[in-house]
Nanobody, 115 residues
Framework: QVHVVESGGGLVHPGGSLRLSCAVS?????????FRWYRQAPGQHREMIAG???????FYVDDVEGRFTVSRDNRMNMAFLQMNELKVEDTAVYYC????????WGRGTQVTVSS
């Protein structure tokens, strides 16, 4: 069984920063996969915003490129999303998705950007 848990959300002013973490726990020895970050704003569909592969290759959607940075710690089986220059429109629930052949979602962490 594989569990994914996000943390690090909160309330921040416009222009501020937050760092989200995604921790994967399992009873599968040597589990490794790709991480993707999604977000869902109120009344909107869930959208993919960034990801990082096994080899560390990253991708970002245009809206967050240059402001968000995704990274991973393979030893800890964790991923991180550093979010800088946050905007009001970044307000959403942020989800971590982990794919290893199977897949698993976290329950999300709320990010609110407000003055």
């Amino acid at each position: 069984q594989v569990h994914v848990v996000e943390s690090g959300g909160g309330l921040v002013h416009p222009g501020g920063s937050l760092r989200l973490s995604c921790a994967v726990s399992s009873n599968i020895s040597g589990l490794s996969g790709i991480f993707r970050w999604y977000r869902q704003a109120p009344g909107q569909h869930r959208e993919m915003i960034a990801g990082i592969g096994w080899d560390g290759d990253t991708f970002y959607v245009d809206d967050v490129e240059g402001r968000f940075t995704v990274s991973r710690d393979n030893r800890m089986n964790m991923a991180f999303l550093q979010m800088n220059e946050l905007k009001v429109e970044d307000t959403a629930v942020y989800y971590c998705y982990f794919y290893w052949g199977g897949d698993a979602w976290g329950r999300g962490t709320q990010v609110t950007v407000s003055s």
